[in-house]
């Protein structure tokens, strides 16, 4: 049974892979973040030495927007430089790393989904670092690390602790007594629940496929405006969403207008996620299902 190093299980996307991992038959370990923080190189070792892992899952990273454009150095820390110390020890363990990126690497200027092969040219602090971080990884480790880029991730009862949230949590608390509520319109995604993203990640860990970038993000795509308005209706909430275009413009961050992703390499694997809309049903029966 292949054992997996996971950090980050408290997570939206960790603690869907950490409640998958037992029906793909693999075993799971994990720290809390006080003994294993994975910009601590010396913990990162301690840890990978004790439990000897087959594969290290990484799935923390700085990724709260406005504070990686104030705190650039930190998202480069956290983002690029922990991540290539992380993947360099997997390499000197034999371990095979496994990291999260994002769709923000891309600048939407193609204007339809975007391929694994499209050139990075991130528009903001975040993206930038992830794409760093996507080459730092590529650079310590490549025949060994997977790059599994996603797209407006949401899970998890809570979401995010350090987002306060996710999307989908926080747009029905704040239609909460509203008539309508403006949302954006200009920018397209492909919304991908952790669940769905979790247990794609395992899928394609058990595949053998050969390591490298690859997209996993719930298929079709909308705009922020189309999610909200297809989570009100199951959520049975009667508030109207007006659509705006705020020109990919959100305070001082700027974001791709169509950051959307196409899971090209997983498919040709048969690794085929569910819909958008599907992968809201999905988290909506998770949060109304009794808690284990
Ligand atoms: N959220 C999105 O919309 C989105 C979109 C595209 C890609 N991604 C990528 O997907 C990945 C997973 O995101 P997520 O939404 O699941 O994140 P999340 O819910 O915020 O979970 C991150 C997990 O990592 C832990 N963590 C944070 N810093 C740590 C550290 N230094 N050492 C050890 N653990 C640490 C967190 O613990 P605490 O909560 O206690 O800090 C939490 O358990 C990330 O790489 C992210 O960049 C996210």
Not at 89 to 113: A, I, P, R, W
Request: glycine share 10%; hydrophobic share 40%.
């Amino acid at each position: 049974m292949k054992k997996i190093l996971l950090i980050g299980a408290t997570g939206q996307l960790g603690s869907a892979i950490l409640s998958d991992t037992p029906s793909f038959g693999l075993e799971v370990v994990y720290f809390p973040k006080a003994e294993l923080d994975a910009a601590n190189n010396i913990q990162v070792e301690e840890k990978i030495k004790a439990t000897g892992p087959d594969i290290l899952i990484n799935t923390s990273a700085y990724h709260l927007l406005p504070e990686c454009e104030e705190h650039p150095e930190k998202a480069m820390e956290v983002n690029v430089a922990a991540v290539y110390r992380m993947a360099k020890l997997c390499k000197q363990y034999g371990v095979t790393f496994v990291n999260y990126s994002t769709d923000y690497v891309f600048d939407g200027e193609k204007g339809s989904l975007n391929a694994e092969i499209d050139p990075v040219h991130p528009l903001q602090i975040y993206g930038i670092s992830k794409a760093a971080g996507e080459f730092a990884v590529m650079d310590a480790h490549k025949e060994g690390s997977f790059i599994i880029r996603t797209s407006g991730l949401y899970g998890g009862r809570t979401g995010s602790r350090s987002k306060g949230g996710n999307f989908v949590l926080n747009i029905i608390k704040e239609a909460q007594g509203k008539d309508t509520l403006e949302v954006a319109s200009e920018q397209i995604v492909n919304p991908t629940y952790a669940g769905h993203l979790g247990a794609a990640s395992l899928r394609l860990l058990s595949s053998g496929a050969a390591p490298g970038i690859y997209h996993l993000a719930n298929e079709g795509y909308c705009s922020w405006a189309e999610f909200a308005t297809e989570a009100f209706r199951l959520a049975g909430k009667r508030t109207r969403v007006i659509p705006v275009d705020r020109g990919g413009k959100n305070g001082i961050i700027t974001r791709p207008k169509f950051s959307a992703l196409e899971n090209i390499k997983a498919k040709k694997l048969g690794i085929k996620l569910p819909s958008w809309q599907e992968g809201l049903v999905s988290y909506f029966n998770f949060l109304n299902s009794p808690t284990k």
